[in-house]
């Protein structure tokens, strides 16, 4: 049998594995939905490029900054 203060002190201990085992799944939840959101982000982008592409064709000027934009790498 254990004395009651090493009791204590392994409830405590255990109280605070629980709880940094808590926040350890809410931050991991975190930055699944921040790699989601930089997917999502990553693929938006890249539809833009394509659109510019599109409209300005291999090689033009944009007809907003009237820079000459080149091949779409």
């Known amino acids: 049998s254990l ?3 090493e009791v204590e002190s392994l409830k405590d201990s255990l109280g605070e594995v629980e709880s940094l085992r808590g ?5 991991r939840s975190a930055v699944e939905k921040l790699e989601g959101d930089g ?3 990553s ?3 890249g ?3 394509d659109l510019v592409v599109d409209l300005l064709g291999q090689r033009g000027i944009c007809p907003t ?3 000459v934009h080149g091949e779409a790498s």
Do not use: D, G, V, Y
């Not at 926040?23 to 931050?27: C, D, E, Q, V």
């Open 47 to 49: 539809r833009a490029e």
């Open 43 to 45: 693929q938006e982008l």
């Open 23 to 27: 926040r350890l799944h809410s931050w």
């Open 3 to 5: 004395p009651s203060t």
């Open 39 to 41: 997917e999502k982000a």
């Open 65 to 67: 900054c009237n820079l």
